[in-house]
């Protein structure tokens, strides 16, 4: 039996994200996931593109796309169910979700002890989110302060207590299969309430406080390319790769993968910025 099973969500049009995917099964592969006791499971509406890979492959259809968002509202919550979806048909007892623009510098398997029926794993704390200097977690505090949300056949409402925690990271068991099911149903409550895009993760944390589950944290143990910068930089490198190398190829991508590089030249940083202050400048 796997001890633990690393998820993996990219869906969508844009190519980048299942590239990402990839190159983090990949740049993950030697040390990591190859492991006999480690699993491997991509959830994603293009299976064809992970054809070859050593991966357990769930294929999301347009109407559960469409239902765990809420109808297209907001897309974030396919994550939330996409999860529980691996969780509910993998034979490992520990899940962990690492975002397609990230991957792991530290074994993530010290993970392990991190979770169990009564603790799970985030990416980061954010911290308190009434008083927050965080112009996106303030949105909390502005719509939901004073307020008493019917939320399964109770009401939910926000608290001093209440913190933001970032979900690129999620670590759960098995035994947390209904925690997932209660996020979902908090954050299709809230969508409607708060204008942020970070509902999801907000009500993976609220849930948590009211569960009282500890939450360890996990951002030490990786490096990503989600920034704006990043993203335009890393997203070209590796449609060329793939474009290079072919879509499935996973042996021949496996020996080739060292050439890709995500880390930033100093002068493309400085270039991107250049860039942006003068978009900025611009009246139009």
Known sequence: ???IEHVLVAYGEQIGYHHGAKFQILKCWERWYSRRDISICVITDKPKLFETYPVRILTLDESQKQAWSLNGIQHFGIKLKALQWALRTSKASKLVLLDTDMFWTKDPKTLLNSISNNSI???KDE???VASSNKSIRQFELALQNKKIPWEKNYYSLTKNSKMYGSAIIGISTEHFNYLDQAFSLFSTLESEVEAHTVEQFAL???ARLRGLNVGFAHKL??????TGKK?????????????YGETDFENHRVMVHRIRV?????TIAKQKITKWRSKQSPF
């Open 1 to 3: 039996m796997n001890i």
């Open 205 to 207: 944390a609220e849930v």
């Open 232 to 244: 335009e930089y890393v997203t070209p490198i590796l449609k060329r790769f793939f474009d290079t």
């Open 263 to 267: 880390s930033r030249p100093v002068l």
């Open 127 to 129: 911290g308190y989110v």
């Open 121 to 123: 794993v985030m990416y």
């Open 222 to 227: 990786t490096d990503d390319w989600s920034s």
